[in-house]
């Protein structure tokens, strides 16, 4: 059974920051790839980044291009989001998501959900 258990999400004020983890279970994850999206009250669920599991490569939504950060920890199956200088608008709830092969930051592409952190920016 494929899990995914995010963690790290919380209220902060415009400006500040927050790591987003991301453990992931059931899968050999070398073939696949791990994003993040999020989803706010009334807006279509969005991707805001991904990171292949084999090579590193990382993918981000225009939104969060110098802002957020993906990475990963193979050896714990783990992944996480680095998010710096956070904005109101980046208030939503965010999601762990498998991919298959390679990042597309496509919501209907996910395979693998995981049950969302939520992430509240005030101004």
């Known amino acids: 059974e494929v899990q995914l258990v995010e963690s790290g999400g919380g209220l902060v004020q415009a400006g500040g920051s927050l790591r987003l983890s991301c453990v992931a279970s059931?899968?050999?994850?070398?073939?696949?790839?791990i994003g993040w999206f999020r989803q706010a009250p009334g807006k279509e669920r969005e991707g805001v980044a991904c990171i292949t599991y084999n090579d590193g490569r990382t993918t981000y939504a225009d939104s969060v291009k110098g802002r957020f950060t993906i990475s990963r920890d193979n050896a714990k199956n783990t992944v996480y989001l680095q998010m710096s200088a956070l904005k109101p608008e980046d208030t939503a709830l965010y999601y762990c998501?498998?991919?298959?092969?390679?990042?597309?930051?496509?919501?209907?592409?996910?395979?693998?959900w995981g049950q969302g952190t939520q992430v509240t920016v005030s101004s």
């Open positions: 059931g899968l050999t994850f070398d073939d696949y790839a």
């Open positions: 998501a498998i991919e298959s092969l390679s990042c597309t930051l496509i919501a209907s592409l996910v395979e693998y």
